[in-house]
């Protein structure tokens, strides 16, 4: 939106998004797409990268997890100089043979420029 006359530049196509967050510098805009909520059985997240002057995608994240019990994403934030973008809790809760439930987080973090996945931090806590 064009806040001096409140002209709607672009809206988001779908219905299935999450959370937001906005670079440091206000050029781009990290919005994660929860597939579950459009009714998907397939529950991998994407996070698209989109110019805020345009709404065009930049390039699509994509993460690792694709368990129909995963909790999703709940937060994205890009680093102070906007070269790197997080995204958590990414949790999977496991049952294995015996019932015992586990439950697994993710902490992912690309490079915004490349779209390479960098680091994967990892906790698994047993219930």
Known sequence: MDVSNGEVKWSFPGQNLGVAAFSPDGRQIAVTR???LSGSSFHKEIIE??????????????????????????????????????????????????GNISHEHFVKIWDVTTGSDLLTLENQNHN
Do not use: H, M
Request: hydrophobic share 40%.
């Open 34 to 36: 929860n597939p579950w």
């Open 49 to 98: 990268l989109r110019s805020t002057a345009t709404g065009t995608v930049i390039r699509t994240l994509q993460t690792e997890g694709n368990s129909e019990s995963s909790a999703g994403l709940t937060l994205v934030a890009f680093s102070a100089e906007g070269k790197r973008l997080a995204a958590a809790p990414y949790a999977i809760e496991r049952i294995d043979k015996a």
